[in-house]
């Protein structure tokens, strides 16, 4: 065991440690082969001579670029401190997004634009991520503002990042919500696409705006409405099926009987907001029962302490539940 001290210069220790200390314990837990212990403006590390080698290259990386910039992200502390590619491929490990690092508010999924980490905040939608690494099929079911969505489209992002799909396919049933779509002005296209907006708003906060552009056109990322799903087979790809609570139940086994090999699926839906009409039952609630107990399925309810949203959503909420005003 040897050791070494690094004297720091011209730079705050405190920009170096992080608010509370959290910079330098991430750092820790990237370089479990080296002890280190930060006080003041000294480092000091025990390793063996290579790690300790190895260690302070980092570090120096790291001093540059704080000297340089103002802020640092987790990703960047990964990017600096994290295995290199071929170690992580030597030990078959995943990449950094993989590790569910802890963040203050949850656990990172990835990260977005900016490097700005996208979170699995509550109990729940870390229930989801876990829930689609071991199986293939995952329903998240649960009211408004619950990040059923955008986390379902995080790990869609996150899969196709790490390269174990090809292909990611976001679908919603085009459901006339007290609309007409055949009074809407423009083509299909313009007539479909206000209902898959919020996928489109998810996108973009997770991937560069001209590499989803090319993406969107090679058909790497496709956005479609739940009738273009029929007929097809669909093999290494992320499906997420959006509002599936205005699906009928014909609807919703086309859909789940498109899934190919190496696919995962994930169904979102609130059966609080079924905007069939009156005489048409939600499929997903059927799907819930009857899929239940079947190996490779996971059900995850949301609830309102998953709300992310303004906190009168979650007073709103309740003042509906009370009323008993749940499912459409």
Do not use: W
């Not at 490990?93 to 656990?107: A, M, R, W």
């Not at 790490?162 to 049933?173: A, D, F, G, H, S």
């Not at 029962?289 to 007073?315: A, P, S």
Request: hydrophobic content about 40%; charged content about 25%.
């Amino acid at each position: 065991m040897q050791e070494k001290l690094i004297t720091i210069d011209g730079i705050e220790p405190q920009r170096i440690y992080g608010s509370n200390d959290y910079s330098l314990n991430l750092i820790k837990e990237l370089n479990p082969n080296v002890k280190i212990v930060g006080r003041g403006n000294e480092i000091r590390i025990k390793g063996n001579s290579k790690d300790i080698d190895s260690f302070e290259s980092k570090f120096n990386q790291y001093l540059t670029f704080l000297s340089k910039n103002v802020n640092i992200s987790d990703y960047h502390l990964y990017e600096i401190f994290g295995p290199e590619k071929t170690e992580m491929r030597e030990k078959n490990v995943h990449s950094p997004e993989h590790t569910h690092h802890k963040h203050p508010h949850g656990v990172v999924i990835l990260y977005g634009n900016d490097a700005r980490p996208v979170i699995a905040r509550t109990l729940n939608q870390q229930k989801m991520v876990e829930s689609i690494e071991q199986n293939d099929v995952v329903f998240a079911v649960g009211p408004a503002g619950t990040g059923k969505t955008y986390t379902a489209v995080a790990l869609a992002v996150r899969a196709l990042k790490n390269k174990e799909v090809k292909k990611i396919i976001l679908t919603r049933p085009a459901v006339e919500a007290g609309e007409s779509l055949g009074f809407l002005p423009g083509d299909l296209k313009e007539k479909i696409d206000p209902y898959l907006r919020p996928l489109y708003d998810a996108l973009e906060d997770m991937i560069p705006l001209d590499k989803l552009r090319i993406f969107l056109e090679n058909r790497t990322i496709e956005i479609a409405p739940l009738a273009f799903m029929r007929g097809r087979t669909l093999n290494n790809c992320f499906i997420i099926l959006d509002e599936a609570q205005n699906t009928t139940d014909l609807q919703l086994k086309m859909f789940l009987t498109r899934m190919g090999k190496e696919a995962k699926v994930i169904v979102t839906g609130d059966l609080s907001q079924v905007d069939l009409p009156q005489k048409q039952k939600s499929g997903l609630k059927r799907a819930i029962k009857i899929l239940t107990d079947i190996e490779g399925i996971k059900i995850i309810h949301l609830n309102n302490k998953d709300v992310l949203r303004h906190k009168l959503v979650v007073e709103i909420l309740k003042a509906y539940e009370a009323e008993g005003i749940v499912e459409g």
